[in-house]
């Protein structure tokens, strides 16, 4: 059986794709980098796709063709540089949607969320809704599948944002402390996905995924917490005031393509708790917190990544205000920067390169900032400042032993430079 998933490379449909596959179905994944994804999961064949551009039913034409059935995994909270909510989650899902009935595809599963209560209308869940509701409509055969909060091997998202709360050193400073928390585990909705494709829930069903019993906030990072290997915390209660900057800086570092957990709608939605409100039907497996962690014993990766994972923000700003200050006070005296080059070259040839590495260092602090030239930017920094060090070195080597040590610090910023570009990646 060929099944089609959306999203085949995110937290939910890495584990959906790996039941299916284990199943016997053959799967066929869309990304944007097919090339990265066909060498991390090389039994899923892939196909590059942009879903933001499928928003006509022509789109999927050569997508579908073959397909018996379709998951859609694919999810994005906020709109940003990197998201379109509505071309995404709403107008190239009614598309698939259509062109996947006249294609003959005998079900379509969709993975949505709880489309109610706090932030139902903010457009993470007014775009899911929308897509649910054309679902229905749509004539195909469907289950919708409505996980709460997932828990699993991997992390992402909410779930990474859990680990690193639970990591802080001292206390845990946690906003809604008190909201109730439902869980459950990607595998046990790769295993509703599964039974869905079986037949054994029927075409039409809308199921709400959740383990029984309710945690706190505060409760689920404690029991991160001792996952991790941690000892217990004091929990300090932040008042939304003063999280609101957060969150507005979490927004402003979504306009430019970084998703932060943080940003306002995820603290909309948490401000209500994340809980289903109906029980998940009998027969599907519903592993609780404390099942799905203890069957996934955490190691020193783990707790690696908890620890940089809010680090990775500090360290890309620093990065950035570094290399714009150090473009921006040379430029403030230009003359008195350049007096370095005065022995090797005529005055207005100082100048000139004093003014261009300025600018170099300027545009490098300011395109760190946006997530689609991070990476070029890092580079970028990596080769400047090794070009400032060995030109340095060559044409004035006392520098070394200057008591403000201009050339010595740059290898920090050489290491800092080196741990961002380790930890860029978001999946």
Known sequence: MNILILGATGFIGSAVAARLLADGCTVTGLARNPDRARIRQPAIRWIR??????????AWACVLQGQHMVVNSAGALQDGLSDNLAATQQHAMIALQ??????GVTLF???SARTDGAGADLPFLATKRAADIALAASGLPYVILRP?????????????????????????????ADSPVETVAAEDIAAAVSAAISGALASGSDIALAAEGR???????????????????????????????????????GHLGWRSPLRSTAMTVMSEGVRMDRPTPSGLPALSAA?????????????????????KAPVMAGL????????????????????????????????????LTCLIDMALGAAVLVRPFARRALIGMLVVSLAYLAGATALEPALWLDPLGPLVKILPSLLLTLAALAILDER
């Open 98 to 103: 259509q062109a996947a009935r006249l294609a």
């Open 215 to 253: 945690h706190t906030l505060a409760s689920l990072v404690r029991l991160h917490r001792a996952w991790l290997g941690l000892p217990d915390a004091p929990v300090i209660a932040i008042p939304p005031a003063i999280a609101r900057p957060v969150s507005w800086l979490a927004d402003l570092a």
């Open 49 to 58: 796709a942009d879903l933001e551009k499928m928003t006509d039913v022509g």
């Open 320 to 355: 950035s205000l570094f290399w714009l200050l150090s473009g921006l006070i040379p430029l403030l005296a230009p003359a008195q920067a350049g007096n370095h080059f005065l022995p090797f070259m005529p005055p207005a040839a100082a100048m000139a390169l004093t003014i």
């Open 148 to 176: 709460s909060l997932v828990l699993g091997r991997n992390a992402h998202g909410g779930t990474a944002l859990l680990r690193a709360l639970a990591s802080f050193p001292l206390a845990l400073p946690l906003l809604h």
């Open 291 to 311: 099942e799905t962690l203890a069957a996934n014993p955490s190691g020193v990766q783990d707790l690696w990544f908890a620890r940089l994972y809010l680090l």
């Open 109 to 111: 599963v969709q993975i």
